[in-house]
């Protein structure tokens, strides 16, 4: 297996791309914390790869505070003394017309989307380090690169995304890798209100055919991106931003 004595991290791992990641390294072999704000969601996480015999545990955190990012990298080096692989996947959607995001809404936004990468990355680098290195994944959006309607501060945050993503690979490399996804429309539970107003109002075939690839993701279509960046086939890449989009940029 890929992974075996490897250790990953992933946040947002209770549900959506985080679960699906954190599923797809285990089965590699990683040894797999799982992060978010609710513990159910990541105890089922957890529960799923035992069901695999794999290896996890969940530690609730919000990564939003600092003492708390401080608890969950104290919590991985006692478990198992090395960090390998992070996933910075927690984040938040919020969708509004430019006029009516407050800056309230923006300061949430900042702190859920962007400030978050940036604090749990410092945080766990030297962890990482200590281990001899290891590969940094930050999940932005199709929205990091390219605007979109009622979406101002979600987009602003990341495109910060986008380059922290390269400033990070030019100050951590060669020991750490540092890449970024950039997913469109996939299927989650922060989407799931999204869909089901878009199949009631008989508009999902419409949104399908949008994509080259005629449908929408699910997040078991970015396991495969985030294990080639998480490993040793993607050893010489770093600041890489790959958008998986089922060729919807293609359009202009």
């Known amino acids: 297996m890929k992974f075996d004595g490897k250790v990953a991290l992933v ?31 990541l105890e089922e996480t957890v529960q799923e790869i035992k069901a695999i015999n794999g290896e996890a545990i969940a530690i609730p955190t919000d990564v939003t505070k600092v003492s708390d ?3 969950l990298r104290d919590k991985i080096d006692s478990a198992w003394g090395r ?28 702190n859920v989307d962007l400030r978050s ?13 200590k281990g001899g290195g290891g590969s940094i994944i930050n999940i932005s959006s199709i929205l990091g690169l390219f605007g979109g309607k009622n979406s101002t501060a979600y987009c602003a945050m990341k495109g910060g995304v986008v380059n922290l993503t390269r400033a990070m690979a030019t100050d951590l490399g060669p020991q750490i890798r540092v890449n970024c996804l950039c997913p469109s429309h996939i299927v989650t539970p922060m989407m799931q209100p999204e869909i089901d107003r878009l199949e009631a109002a008989g508009k999902m075939d419409k949104l399908n055919r949008l994509f080259p690839m005629k ?17 040793d086939d993607s050893k010489w890449l770093t600041g890489n931003i790959m958008l998986i989009d089922g060729g919807l940029s293609c359009y202009v």
């Open 117 to 129: 990468v940036f604090a749990v990355s410092q945080i766990m680098v030297p962890l990482m380090l």
């Open 83 to 110: 960090l390998d692989i992070l996933i910075n996947n927690a984040g938040s959607a919020m969708r509004k017309p430019f006029l009516e995001t407050t800056l309230e809404d923006l300061d949430y936004i900042y």
């Open 69 to 71: 990012i401080e608890a």
């Open 215 to 231: 449908r929408v993701a699910y997040p078991e279509d970015m396991d495969g991106a985030i294990l080639f960046f998480a490993g």
């Open 11 to 41: 946040t947002g791992g209770g549900t959506g791309i985080g679960k699906s990641a954190a599923i797809a390294l285990a089965r590699e072999g990683a040894k797999v914390a799982v992060a978010g704000r609710r513990s159910g969601p």
